[in-house]
């Protein structure tokens, strides 16, 4: 499995902002917190190669794959390299890594109590 560094994706989505990065959290985790200029697919529709036809995602598409610690962007990796994906990448540490390394967020506004 290829691992990318939070340090090395933060370098990708400010200089390559063309490359597809998958965050495959669920809606819900997204909407918390996320990282600016990901797309949000969640793991089972990425299992299921379930790809909106707006992201013209292919085998042969170079997708970077993110999630909170790494452990399920590395199962969407697995499945769809078995599937014939040949340009798959994960982050290493997910968003736990990119928080600690006190890269920038997006999160859901606090309701006033």
Do not use: Q
């Not at 600016?36 to 793991?43: C, D, E, F, T, W």
Request: hydrophobic fraction near 45%.
């Amino acid at each position: 499995m290829s691992l990318f560094s939070v340090r090395h994706l933060r370098g990708v989505l400010r200089d390559e902002p063309a490359t597809l990065v998958v965050d495959v959290r669920e809606p819900d985790e997204y909407a918390e917190v996320h990282v600016a200029g990901m797309s949000n697919l969640p793991l089972a529709r990425v299992l299921a190669r379930d790809f909106p036809a707006g992201l013209g995602v292919t085998p042969g598409t170079e997708l970077i794959l993110f999630c909170r610690s790494g452990k399920r962007s590395g199962v969407a990796a697995d499945s769809l390299r078995l599937a014939g994906f040949s340009r798959v990448e994960t982050v290493d540490g997910g968003l736990l890594a990119w928080e600690a390394e006190g890269f920038p967020v997006e999160r859901r506004p606090v309701a006033a109590g």
